[in-house]
């Protein structure tokens, strides 16, 4: 199943520095497929077939890897998709109604 893991406080204002590429390295040796990061936020998309216990998994990795703690929030796409649908449709209406007052 396809999953999304959201990296809390990464790259940012030069702290807890984690280049992408090393990332991607560490989840592929934690076992999961088809391993995309996006940007330099700390957002991964993988393929996991066993989803038990992966957040506490994935933060325990970046630990021992990086040396610091990450908090991980680990979401199913089609979840991710739902929970976001109201955020998405309140940003779409907002532009909406601004493009009428111009």
């Not at 990296?7 to 590429?21: P, Q």
């Not at 090393?22 to 996006?38: Q, R, S």
């Not at 700390?42 to 994935?58: R, S, Y």
Request: charged letters at 20%.
């Amino acid at each position: 199943m396809k999953h999304i893991a959201l990296l809390r406080g990464i790259n940012v204002g030069g702290h807890h520095k984690i280049k992408m590429a090393d990332l991607k390295a560490m989840f592929e040796a934690m076992g999961m497929a088809e391993v995309v990061t996006y940007i330099q936020s700390g957002n991964v998309i993988f393929e996991a077939h066993d989803a038990k216990d992966l957040k506490i998994a994935i933060e325990q990795k970046i630990e021992t890897t990086f040396g610091f703690f990450v908090p991980v929030i680990i979401r199913t796409v089609g979840n991710f998709r739902l929970s976001t649908m109201p955020i998405l449709l309140a940003i779409l209406m907002w532009r909406q109604k601004a493009l009428k007052c111009w």
